[in-house]
């Protein structure tokens, strides 16, 4: 089996969809070179080359990883002022709640005001 | 309408004035329970919706924290293989010190944070939306109606006198008094009667019932008001939380195949290396790990698909309460609302004439 093609220089991450794509490509090739040869040489060879594109997709995959992280981090502000508004209707259904019971509150009061008034 | 304009007038003066007052809290109570229907059935098909968006929202939550530590775990597993690996070579020296995680523990926080938000937006709105008429508002309105009652019947007998209007009799007892003296029998016959309180306890009981409804309806008034906005504004978000996760699961299915195979591979070329000293007992041993591996990582592959079609089921369900909440909006529900409007302002006039007697 002939030696397999030196790696390529490290690619600036992210990588572009384009050299991703090739970067994968040419990783299901060393992929499918590995799965057919049991030879301890040609093995070596290919999974040495296998783990360096193999690094260059993953530290793509923790670069968009950690970008995905910073959405989130805006995406957790914008969803906490959600809740913060649902609170606040959730107080406002609760003061009507107390409203009536405070209207009660008042008028038990003026009765038993009016009790210990004479001639009321 | 004059009943609406004044209706404790009529209440007062009136020939029968517990009929009288029956008759009005029947009606208005009546008007509100059928402005209720009308809210409460928005609010309700609303509440069905928010109850599958909980549905829909707990595998999500739980699978997806879930499928953050196993790949996690995998891509740490490929760490310790890519160690023996590197172990060895003359350049660069392995150093233990240099290993990354494939995402860092504030990573994973923020995701769960952004998830457990979520989860308490969708309990706020399914509570809020399930249901109005809790014990508790029952209990005040109750206790109001009592207080009102008693202050009503403490009152009436003042302004009826004020009024020269004449209490209706509830009860009328003959009393004869027999008296004897030596010989002489008297005898005296009288008779005596009860004020009928103003309000009975059946219209005592309409009165708390209409307050009931009547902050049923504000409630309801309120959040049919003030939820659909919040909805529609939520729903582009869960669009972004929706294309980040199905991001995540992209990237982690994709850093998972590669990490099962790179595990694979080193295993397998260990195997065929002819300068491991393995006997053939640990060698088939090693040798039977292989499929193992390849189990793990099919498992691993098919939670990853059933969390992304928890995701679209997410995405679907809330824009299907979005619609829902939209719907609540119409022209025709405005002037219905105005309607309902109309109706608590009657009601407001009742109880704030009862109030002042």
Redesign the interface.
Known sequence: MSTPPPPPPSPAIPLTPDLRSAY?GL?GKL?TA?ENT?D?GA??AL?SS??NV?NV??KD??Y???A??A???A??Q???G??D???A??A??LA??????T???I??A??KL??LIPG? | MKCNQNPCAVWISGPHPHRRATTLTRGLTAVIFSSLLLITGCLSSLNKRATALAAATAPVVDQAAAAFNSASTIHNMRVDYDAVAQFDAATPVYNPRTIQPLMSDKDIRVRLAVLAAFQEYVKSVVAITNGTDSPALQAAAKSAGENLSNLGNALAPSVESALGIASAAASTTPTTVTTTSGSTTTTTSSTSSTAAPAITPTVQNGISTALDALAQFLINRKIGKKLPPIILAMDPRVKTLCDLLESDISILKDQESRDYDFIIDQQTLFLREPSNKLDPEQRREQIMKLPEIVRQEKASTQRLTQLSAAVDRLEVTHHALAIEAKGNNPESLKSKLGDLEAAGSDLGNLYSSLSTH
Do not use: M, V
């Open positions: 994968q990783l992929q590995i049991a301890p093995l070596e999974n296998r783990t193999d997709l993953t995959a923790e968009r990883l950690a995905n992280t959405l989130y981090g995406l957790l914008q969803i906490s959600t809740n508004e649902l609170k209707l959730q406002q259904i009507i709640s107390s409203g009536i019971s209207f009660g509150d008028l038990g003026i009765d009016l009790t009321a």
